[in-house]
Nanobody
Framework: QVQLVESGGGSVQTGGSLRLSCEAS????????MAWFRQAPGKQREAVAS???????YYEPSVKGRFTVSRDNAKKTLTLQMNSLEPEDTAMYYC?????????????????WGQGTQVTVSS
């Protein structure tokens, strides 16, 4: 059984930084995609960043240059370093995985989800 557990959320002021971590259990090998999604109140869940089995990245345009995603296949962890945070980044952030080499931006493509961690950025 696959489980994803996020940590690292919190409250910061504009311009601050946070580092989110996701620990995965039950995933075998490295042939899976891992991603971060976020969902703000009243908005759809959107892909923030992803990294596939080949190490290819995707970033949502508004976070490019500010967020960095990385994964450690040996430790089964996914990390999102978030710098220069803005109030618009406020949302619940979710770790997600799909048992396929490639990543997609649609949440419907993902098999496994964490419980989420809240990120709040105040102006």
């Amino acid at each position: 059984q696959v489980q994803l557990v996020e940590s690292g959320g919190g409250s910061v002021q504009t311009g601050g930084s946070l580092r989110l971590s996701c620990e995965a259990s039950g995933l075998t090998g490295s042939t899976y995609c891992m991603a971060w999604f976020r969902q703000a109140p009243g908005k759809q869940r959107e892909a923030v960043a992803s990294i596939d089995s080949y190490g290819d990245y995707y970033y949502e345009p508004s976070v490019k240059g500010r967020f960095t995603v990385s994964r450690d296949n040996a430790k089964k962890t996914l990390t999102l370093q978030m710098n220069s945070l803005e109030p618009e980044d406020t949302a619940m952030y979710y770790c997600a995985a799909r048992d396929n080499i490639y990543c997609y931006t649609s949440s419907k493509e993902y098999n496994f989800w964490g419980q989420g961690t809240q990120v709040t950025v105040s102006s």
